[in-house]
């Protein structure tokens, strides 16, 4: 399936940022069939799981963007959310926008959004 990041940008540390995925080309119901998920990788660094929504709206988030990282999904406009606070230099990565579905087990990339964060 197609997937579209965006929302990226440079920020100040300490601010806010919202990076949002749609899956345009499918219906609602295929949507809510995938889970779906945000991973990030910075120069030089493995790509890493950041937060994961399921289907039903279970969640994970990685400890080290815990309590500042919200996941979200919206399944009429079939898009899914990483809400951003509190942001730091280290959080400064290409982030991708993943999707699983749920019983094949088939998986999606997103193009990845750059975010920089400047001390």
């Known amino acids: 399936v197609q997937l579209q990041a965006s929302g990226g940008g440079s920020v100040q540390a300490g601010e806010s940022l919202r990076l949002s995925c749609a899956m345009p080309?499918?219906?609602?119901?295929?949507?809510?069939?995938?889970?779906m998920a945000w991973y990030r990788q910075a120069p030089g660094k493995q790509r890493e799981l950041v937060a994961r929504i399921s289907t039903g709206g279970d969640t994970y988030t990685a400890d080290s963007v815990k309590g500042r990282f919200t996941i979200s999904r919206d399944g009429s406009r079939k898009m899914v959310f990483l809400r951003m606070n509190s942001l730091k230099p280290e959080d400064t990565a290409t982030y991708y926008c993943h999707a699983q579905q749920r019983e094949t087990q088939s998986e999606s990339w997103g193009q990845g959004t750059q975010l920089t964060v400047s001390s």
């Open positions: 080309r499918k219906i609602t119901s295929v949507f809510n069939g995938y889970h």
